[in-house]
């Protein structure tokens, strides 16, 4: 084999060793981040202990006068204790404060983590007035709670409860499990309560323990009518998303879906040759190079060949002969 087989040899060697390099460098980016996370979006949260929508119209004035006030209203990650709450309206009772609701438990909790969002409300000995009625209470309750829950990957759960007695305007009245119940009070006027409602969607959730549709007709303190809504004990939340884990690569090469490099059993053991569990690399697979491999690389980029031995002990006779002609000559000459 003359030098230029050599040289293409090496070419080709070497052509085939960038391309097996090249298509396995993607293959090993692959499985290492196949195990890595892409970031999750937040989730939300939020929780109140009352939130009014009053309308409430005054005997003197042709106008209404709105009342829009909330206790322990939160959003996460936020917390509050507060149990007593106070408004003032213009032409209500002179401009004095008048007391909206009191208890002896009011807490608000909303929080949110990478993995789970939640409200929480918590009432207890509570007592909600209106405008107008400094004495009668809107509502007394003895204990209230709800509870919205939201998990990444999880159905949204939606919880509230009422516990103890209840009463209206002054009258103890019954509720029936997730229903209405309608209070009249005459020469007052007449509530309309919703018991425990609960929403859920695929990524949300909201619980009310009690929302009450107000219709009074009071006549003190310069009121004349109140009308709206009353909230009592909402907690809402929102799943955060979870994050989304890229997708493993797909069995390559022989179905083999280990890594290069993983420890293989030696000959001689209980497997078999031939057997499911082991089998042969497609001839794309990168492998290792054998002794005569790397022997015929050597020669080729020094040039050399197996006939190098013999051709320097050649070339060592002749430069003797060479030597011993040349001594021969001047002694002649001499």
């Known amino acids: 084999m003359n030098g230029n087989n050599f040289r293409m040899s090496a070419r080709r060697c070497a052509s085939v060793a960038a391309a097996t390099v090249l298509a396995a460098g993607p293959v090993t980016l692959i499985g290492a981040g196949s195990a890595h996370a892409t970031g999750g ?3 939300h949260a939020s929780a109140s202990v009352l939130r009014t929508g009053l309308d409430v119209s005054l005997v003197n004035k042709t106008v209404n006068v709105p009342l829009a006030v909330s206790l322990n209203e939160v959003e996460a990650p936020r917390s509050a204790q507060q149990t007593a709450l106070t408004a003032r309206l213009d032409g209500v009772d002179g401009g004095k404060p008048f007391s909206v609701i009191r208890a002896d438990v009011a807490k ?3 929080t949110v ?9 918590e009432l207890a000995h509570a007592r909600v007035h209106v405008p107008g009625l400094p004495l009668l209470s809107l509502i007394e309750v003895d204990q209230v709670t709800s509870r919205a829950t939201c998990e990444a990957g999880e159905s949204p759960v939606a919880d509230s409860n009422v516990l103890g007695s209840v009463k209206v305007l002054g009258k103890k009245v019954t509720l029936s499990a ?8 005459p020469g007052v006027g ?3 309560l919703d018991l425990s409602k609960r ?6 959730a909201a619980a009310t323990a009690l929302e009450l549709k107000v219709s009074v ?6 009121v004349a009518e109140v009308e709206g809504t009353v909230t009592l004990a909402r907690a809402t939340c929102e799943s955060p998303k979870a994050p989304e884990k890229e997708a493993a690569p797909p069995a390559e090469q022989g179905g083999d879906d280990k890594p290069q490099g993983t420890e293989s059993k030696p000959q001689g053991t209980d497997d078999k040759p031939g057997s499911d569990d082991v089998k042969p690399q497609d001839a794309a697979d990168v492998k290792p190079q054998t002794v005569s491999e790397k022997k015929t690389v050597d020669l080729a980029e020094t040039g050399g060949s197996s006939l190098t031995p013999y051709l320097a002990a050649g070339s060592a006779v002749l430069l003797a002969a060479g030597g011993g002609a040349l001594a021969v000559a001047r002694r002649r000459r001499g």
């Not at 929403?199 to 949300?204: A, F, L």
Request: charged share 30%; hydrophobic share 25%; aromatic share 0%.
């Open 41 to 43: 979006q937040e989730g």
């Open 108 to 110: 608000t909790d909303a």
């Open 113 to 121: 983590s990478a993995d789970k969002a939640e409200g929480v409300v």
């Open 178 to 185: 997730g229903g209405t119940t309608d209070v009249r009070v």
């Open 190 to 192: 007449e509530v309309r």
């Open 199 to 204: 929403e859920t969607t695929s990524s949300t």
């Open 217 to 222: 007709n009071p006549l003190k303190l310069n």
